[in-house]
């Protein structure tokens, strides 16, 4: 239970209690430490359900439920809260979205994207292992330009030295900001875009995983913006440089993350097999949950480093998944996911697609040993994100993991985007707010 002593003591004036909606925005209220109450704000902060049908341009759309009447709580995760050394006077803790049931009680919502992934990794446990995973951090450091926009903040090489002088300060802040928050950075470097930046952070298991994504966005975001740079999550920032992912790793372990279960030896289990087969499969639909944004597919492109096929291979960086060896992380790595993700929704359809390998024994399909981009027979990925909506939509599997109030919301919202965008294509798909 949150207390409010324990936020008084932290010096904490505001409590932002988060969640992360539809669109894949980061939204929440700030509220006085005094309302948590004898019960640590177990009765949650009141939000109208319509925000979880609100597109990334805050324009509601008609989703059943989701109107103007109405009322869901964001419940605070004690677990999550975290004072903010980068916003003095701030603390953050993550939220689970309820409704009231006719009883009175407050039950987990249908349309709650964190409840989903919990959900996921108990039938994953049920099945009998863990998912250990982890989302590696690219982005665009800028400046603002006299005219107002924004442009690289740097042009070094990708992994230059001169990259880590010119913003090493900056990089560091970054470190000191995630550790103190409790996110284990693994490594940083300057990248191969103008501006580009990588920290890569430590995996943990479902839930939490997802939850250091949103840390890791907040905590870059703000120390950026205190450095007077801001700090692009946006797939494609900038059309003549490189793209910006998210890229979702994972592994399997027994259900108390103690013993690998994605490896027997040098090879793939059955089990590590039958759910990289299960993710192949389902990809293209995936690819919605983790590539959402029109933007997302300026990214997606052959030779981008990025992945562009149905396909995985070790160590290949042009396959949609890459698979890193024992000695080399000993986990598979989904390139084709980016920071627009929701990473509770993203993270929860890739554990759904990949029990349903697992439970049918799907046979992978043959490793790509060079760029799958030259091979024939290699399933291209959609190149839309209306395309990808449209396998999200009749994709059984998916849709029946994220039931039909999560699932037909996200389409309702994700096909509004598309729309939008096509009518503002000059328009970035919002570079500050990802």
């Known amino acids: 239970m949150l207390a409010q002593q324990q936020l008084q003591a932290d010096g904490v004036r505001l409590l932002r209690c988060l969640y992360c909606d539809n669109s894949g925005l980061i939204r929440g209220k700030a509220v006085a430490p005094r309302e948590l109450g004898a019960d640590g704000m177990a009765g949650g902060v009141g939000l109208t ?23 869901v709580r964001m419940v605070p995760d004690p677990a999550t809260y975290r004072p903010l050394p980068f916003a003095p006077g701030y603390g953050a ?14 039950r987990p919502w249908a349309a709650c994207p964190r409840t989903f992934l919990r959900r996921m990794a108990a039938e ?8 250990l995973a982890g989302f590696e951090g690219e982005f665009s450091l800028c400046v603002r330009t006299p005219e107002g926009g924004l442009r690289p903040a740097d042009a070094t090489n990708c992994f230059a030295a001169v990259g880590m002088m010119e913003l090493g300060d900056v990089a560091l802040a970054m470190v000191d900001a995630l550790e103190a928050i409790g996110v284990p950075v693994l490594l940083y470097c300057p990248e191969l875009g103008h501006g580009q930046h990588e920290i890569a952070t430590a ?12 840390l890791f966005r907040e905590a870059v975001r703000a120390v950026a913006w205190r450095h007077a740079l801001a700090a692009s999550f946006a797939p494609k920032p900038f059309p003549d440089q490189a793209g910006n992912g998210a890229h979702l790793h994972w592994s399997l372990w027994d259900p108390g993350f103690v013993v690998p279960r994605q490896w027997r030896g040098d090879e793939l289990s059955d089990e590590g097999g039958w759910f990289l087969a299960g993710v192949l499969q389902h990809l293209p639909a995936l690819l919605a949950l983790t590539c959402p944004s029109v933007n997302s597919y300026r990214r997606l492109r052959p030779g981008a480093w990025a992945s562009a096929t149905v396909s995985w291979g070790a160590q290949n960086k042009e396959a949609a998944v890459r698979l890193l060896p024992p000695g080399a992380g000993a986990n598979a790595e989904l390139k084709a996911c980016d920071h627009t993700c929701n990473p509770y929704l993203a993270l929860g359809g890739l554990i759904a697609c990949g029990l349903d390998g697992v439970q049918r024994h ?48 996200f389409l309702a919202v994700k096909r509004s985007e598309v729309a939008a965008f096509a009518e503002r ?6 570079i500050l707010r990802f």
């Open 49 to 71: 359900p319509a925000m979880m049908a609100m597109n990334m341009l805050d324009q509601l759309q008609p989703f059943p439920g989701m109107g103007v009447v109405g009322d």
């Open 93 to 106: 803790a993550i939220c689970d979205l309820h409704a009231r049931a006719a009883d009175g009680t407050l």
């Open 124 to 131: 994953a446990a049920a099945t009998g292992f863990g998912v």
């Open 203 to 214: 995996p943990a298991p479902d839930v939490a995983a997802a939850d250091r994504q949103i």
């Open 362 to 409: 799907l046979t992978l399909p043959g490793e790509a040993t060079e760029d799958p981009a030259a091979l024939s027979g290699v399933a291209a990925l959609p190149a839309r994100l209306e395309d990808a909506l449209d396998a999200l939509e009749a994709d059984q599997v998916l849709a029946g993991a994220m039931g039909p109030i999560l699932h037909g919301s």
């Open 425 to 430: 294509d000059d328009i970035p798909d919002h």
